[in-house]
């Protein structure tokens, strides 16, 4: 009888070397530096090699497919049992109290961008395989590790392997949280736009307009350029904004106007009330001024109709399911130019019950009378793998001896991840119920404890899926 948790505990120091090399790895998708050779930019190839050097170093089978995805792979047979991981991070945005690249160890927990999301958990899952090949245990299915380069945007990796290698029959995504998440809602995002029309002679005028990074995330900063005359009053009013809404920022008076910064919290947006989107508070403050034209319907449509409002009521396209729970609307990217006019991007997590068509029917209501325009880029359909099935049962079970949690149950959640990509496909850890969700956010951490602890209930899951 293999004791996982000792198991996982004598790999600890090797597995915060390799972690540490990860998080060094700036892996962000970065399209303005892709080459042939690197087609999402340098980063996340170089994580994905890094990922396959220790297989090759373990003595795995490993395969690259085009600096997109790759596998490390361990046994044969009929069946292919798939774990797959990502290599590639969230932008790390400003706020750290460390290099976000450097992982950074205190009070037993490591700090870096990618210690929770996904570099944390994806080793442990890989370490989890490597125990179980240290330990001469053969399955009776192949295994295949396989990493992504891009689950934070398109997943253009992961879409690669799956047209180049048939879906695995079964498998998870070590990218969520504990205990099992066999149900995922559908996530669409929408585009709403604006012109660039204002009166030139107004009295106020939007230079710029600027938050957000990536649509799944929570914005924490925004800047605003304004050019007015009444710059004395609005740097005072913006003061007494920022203190009754209990936010920071900063100002700064110019020959022509006032620049404006508001900072607020990022957050994973599956859940933006875990944030504070500091571009709809900004909006909100400006739209109180007296803009033209289609700066001001851009103000006014994020302040009326999304401001501070994930459930969607505003837009009067709220809906709960009893299994999935709410549609959730985040946020992520509003900017506005003299040039380019108006852009708002939207994302929509939304359980079985509502239609893409409906949500951006409701859309279109709000914004075509602020003369805007809306376009659906992109959408997954809602995923759900019955309880019963083994995939979910034997995980739940080993979950459950490790955790102690007797009467831990599966779970939905609104966030995406890899498990979808497969029927009998879900997410399994590595977040555990008791600790802080730092996903997409500065000062991003995973405790060390947790992840020996998912490492020892990956090793054994492996394991019993494999037999």
């Not at 008791?434 to 020996?452: G, K």
Request: aromatic letters at 10%; proline letters at 4%; one cysteine or more.
């Amino acid at each position: 009888m293999i004791n996982w948790k000792k198991q996982a505990k004598s790999y600890k120091d090797s597995y915060l070397k390799d972690l540490k090399e990860l998080i060094a790895i700036d892996s962000e998708r970065n399209d303005k530096d892709k080459t042939k050779e690197h087609p999402l930019g340098k980063g996340p190839s170089d994580a994905l090699k890094k990922y396959l050097s220790f297989g090759k170093r373990d003595g795995f089978k490993t395969k690259n497919l085009d600096n997109l995805v790759g596998y490390i792979e361990y046994g044969d047979g009929d069946q292919t049992l798939a774990i797959l991981a990502h290599a590639d991070v969230m932008p790390a945005g400003a706020g750290w109290d460390t290099d976000p690249f450097d992982m950074t160890i205190k009070d037993g927990n490591v700090y870096g961008r990618g210690a929770s999301d996904d570099k944390g958990p994806g080793l442990a899952a890989y370490y989890g395989l490597k125990i179980m090949k240290d330990n001469n245990i053969k399955p009776n299915c192949k295994i295949r590790f396989i990493v992504g380069t891009d689950e934070e945007s398109d997943w253009t990796g992961m879409k690669h392997y799956f047209a180049l290698e048939p879906e695995p029959d079964f498998g998870f995504s070590p990218d969520a949280e504990f205990p099992v998440i066999n149900g995922e809602k559908g996530n669409t995002t929408f585009e709403n736009k604006f012109n660039n029309k204002q009166i030139d002679n107004a009295d106020t005028l939007l230079k710029s307009f600027d938050s957000g990074l990536r649509e799944n995330m929570v914005p924490r900063d925004a800047n605003a350029y304004v050019l007015t005359n009444d710059k004395d009053d609005m740097n005072a009013d913006f003061t007494n904004f920022m203190e009754d809404s209990n936010l920071d920022g900063d100002a700064e008076i110019t020959e022509k106007g006032i620049k404006l910064h508001l900072i607020g919290k990022s957050a994973h947006g599956m859940e933006p009330k875990n944030g504070i989107n500091a571009g709809t508070y900004l909006a909100t403050f400006l739209s109180e001024y007296d803009f033209t034209g289609d700066a001001n319907n851009f103000l006014t449509f994020i302040a009326k109709y999304l401001h501070d409002d994930s459930r969607c009521h505003k837009l009067d396209t709220s809906y709960s399911s009893g299994i999935m729970g709410d549609l959730t609307m985040n946020v992520g990217i509003m900017k506005f130019d003299t040039q380019n006019g108006g852009f708002i991007n939207t994302n929509f997590r939304y359980p079985k019950g509502i239609s893409v068509s409906t949500i951006g029917e409701h859309l279109e209501n709000a914004i075509k009378p602020l003369s805007g325009s809306v376009n659906n880029t992109d959408n997954m359909d809602p995923h759900y793998v019955d309880s019963a099935d083994p995939i979910v049962s034997r995980l739940i079970d080993v979950y459950r001896e490790q955790s102690g949690a007797k009467s831990a149950k599966p779970e939905v959640v609104g966030g995406g991840t890899y498990g979808r990509m497969m029927k009998r496909g879900v997410a399994f850890g590595a977040l555990c119920p008791w600790t802080e969700d730092t996903m997409h956010q500065a000062n991003e951490f995973q405790p060390i404890d947790d992840l020996l602890l998912a490492m020892s209930i990956y090793a054994q899951s492996i394991t019993e899926l494999s037999k």
